[in-house]
């Protein structure tokens, strides 16, 4: 069946939660989000959502109505013309203190994926201020401001990383994003669990190249040996690689790597799960959550699907190799 193009956009007074519960109205559906924007203004705020559906555009516009019109905001459902350009536009927010920014990335974007992340930041006291699409070649994004404490809105998306398939990007709010100098991947959850027996694909050793071409150091942290731990660094031609006993010693060896390169924590990126690099991920400037299960597999599948890899280059700004 062709999807038919659906303008959803609703508006009203600002509160928590109400993303969360349009998205869960859509997801009850067989849509893709193609294009999303979030903006407030005062008060009051305006979400603009374009979706391919299949099937029938009553019952989204049912399903869509009856969910806002129980928590007091406006809803509008077309159906619009395949053929004709639109644009929602790209409103990007002045940041201000105690705000965090979130890039949410997949190969394709599901309604119920958004809604799940949508409804974990209002879980833990969050709103989304301004929210819009950021995508590149076959990867697509969702770029999101958020208020709230940003300590309890980065554990809530990184662990919504694992559980939704999603790759999940956050930082402190800033007017001007710092430089990437350092890139630290957590190798138990991104590479293999066995570093020392591990077989990496080739876009691993491309990607690592491509952050380093880019003026950015690589290194990685491992529960292993200090011998499996070289042999991981000299595989991949990383950096560095060091080796720790468990995950509370990862947090201390992301300070010890970025003192040897002189690089501020604020602009090191760590990536990893919520499992097994809470500690490194809470430390580092960005926290890149990816799910580890994948992940894993990937970096050792020689299939060149490596999708996480992707996700990375786009939150570091790198072209992809």
């Known amino acids: 069946m062709r999807p038919t193009p659906v303008l959803v956009t609703v508006t009203g007074r600002d509160r928590p939660g109400v993303t969360a519960i349009v998205f869960a109205a859509l997801s009850a559906h067989d849509v893709d989000v193609r294009d999303v924007v979030q903006t407030i203004t005062g008060h009051r705020a305006t979400l603009t959502v374009l979706v391919d559906l299949r099937g029938d555009a ?14 007091g905001v406006d809803s509008q459902v077309e159906v619009v013309d395949d ?13 201000r203190p105690g705000r965090s920014r979130a890039v949410i990335l997949s190969r ?72 990437r100098q350092l890139l630290v991947l957590d190798a138990d959850a991104t590479l293999a669990g066995d570093v020392g027996d591990a077989r990496f694909g080739p876009r691993v050793a491309q990607f690592v190249r491509a952050v380093q071409d880019s003026g950015c150091r690589v290194a990685a942290v491992a529960t292993a040996r ?31 790597l970025a ?15 919520a499992r097994r690099s809470d500690r490194l991920l809470s430390g580092a400037g960005m926290a890149v959550g990816v799910d580890g299960r994948s992940a894993r597999h990937a970096a050792t599948d020689r299939s060149g699907d490596e999708a996480y890899l992707d996700s990375v280059l786009f939150v570091l700004d790198v072209p992809p190799n």
Request: proline fraction near 5%.
């Open 58 to 71: 009553a019952a989204l516009r049912h399903s869509v109505g009856s969910n806002t019109a129980a928590v």
């Open 259 to 273: 003192a040897a390169f002189e690089v501020p924590l604020p602009h090191a990126v760590a990536v990893g799960d």
């Open 108 to 179: 394709q974007l599901r309604a119920g994926a958004i809604g799940d992340v949508a409804k974990r930041i209002s879980d833990v006291g969050g709103n989304i201020e301004s929210m819009w699409q950021s995508s590149r070649a076959q990867l697509a994004g969702v770029e999101m401001y958020i208020d709230g404490a940003a300590k309890d809105v980065r554990k809530s998306l990184i662990a919504a990383a694992g559980e939704t398939g999603l790759d999940i990007a956050v930082e402190p709010a800033a007017t001007r994003q710092p430089a």
């Open 226 to 256: 200090k011998g499996a731990a070289d042999a991981l660094a000299d595989s991949l031609q990383l950096d560095a690689a060091a080796a720790v006993r468990d995950r509370a010693g990862k947090a201390a060896a992301l300070e010890r």
């Open 83 to 95: 053929g004709q350009p639109m644009s929602l536009g790209k409103r990007r927010p002045r940041p």
